[in-house]
């Protein structure tokens, strides 16, 4: 079955350090690839998106992604995290150009951030 | 501002009292859908609309029922509800197009007691 995973529930890192956050999935095409982000007592916020072309894609608040297609991976970074960015994060995949190809999200790594 | 917007935000009630939770969305978007998120489980899709009055049931589609008279507006009704849907929902919309990202609303929390 198509899947993703982000094998990392929780992560905890002290502020100003470097933060990469898994995701890989299991699809044999190169699919739609997004990180969302879930602050506290709100909904999914869009952080980046993969579609084609450059690997390493940015985003909004500093991070970005890089697609890698041999390991099937979509890793977020940030070089220097802030107390704000502790939030619930989220990698989604949609497998590929079919209209009913839905958007498969996994369930997600919580970061917790050190002051 | 372009928005998802979902009410109430907070919302306790007793089983089998029938509940609407309303989601609209301002941004002329094709696509909605429901979402429930549940610890340990992530987001799981209740029910999709393409389009106006076309709505399709999503992986947990038992006990809601959705309608999409209007293409801004897609409720979602839980015609009994029981403690089982107890949960965080999100209502999520786009242009429907496989690349198109979604935009959330900021969630209803749900208890039946």
């Given amino acids: ?8 529930i929780h992560i905890t890192v002290s502020e100003g350090a470097s933060l990469e956050l898994r995701c890989n999935y299991s699809y044999g095409a190169t699919p739609y690839l997004f990180w969302y982000v879930q602050s506290p007592g709100q909904g999914l916020q869009l952080l980046l998106k993969y579609f084609s072309g450059d690997t390493l894609v940015q985003g909004i608040k500093g991070f970005e992604a890089e697609f890698k297609r041999s390991q099937s991976s979509f890793n977020l970074r940030k070089p220097s995290v802030h107390w704000s960015d502790a939030a619930e994060y989220f990698c989604a995949v949609v497998p590929g150009v079919n209209r009913d190809d839905k958007i498969i ?4 790594t919580r970061l917790h951030i050190l002051p | 501002e372009a928005q998802v917007t ?3 935000r907070y919302l306790i009630t007793v089983t089998g009292k029938k509940l609407t939770v309303t989601c609209s969305q301002n941004m002329n978007h094709e696509y909605m859908s429901w979402y429930r998120q549940d610890p340990g489980l992530g987001l799981r899709q209740i029910y999709y609309s393409m389009n106006v009055e076309v709505t399709d049931k999503g992986d947990v589609p038992e006990g809601y029922k959705v309608s999409r008279k209007e293409k801004r507006n897609f409720p979602l009704i839980l015609e009994s509800p029981s403690p089982n849907q107890t949960s965080l929902y999100f209502c999520a919309s786009s242009l429907g197009l496989n690349n ?5 609303g900021n969630g209803t929390r749900l208890t039946v007691t």
Avoid: E, I, R
């Avoid at chain 1, 999200?105 to 997600?108: A, E, H, L, R, S």
């Fill in chain 1, 1 to 8: 079955a198509q899947s993703v995973t982000q094998p990392d």
């Fill in chain 2, 6 to 8: 979902q009410n109430p």
């Fill in chain 1, 105 to 108: 999200f996994g369930k997600g």
């Fill in chain 2, 100 to 104: 198109s990202p979604l935009h959330f």
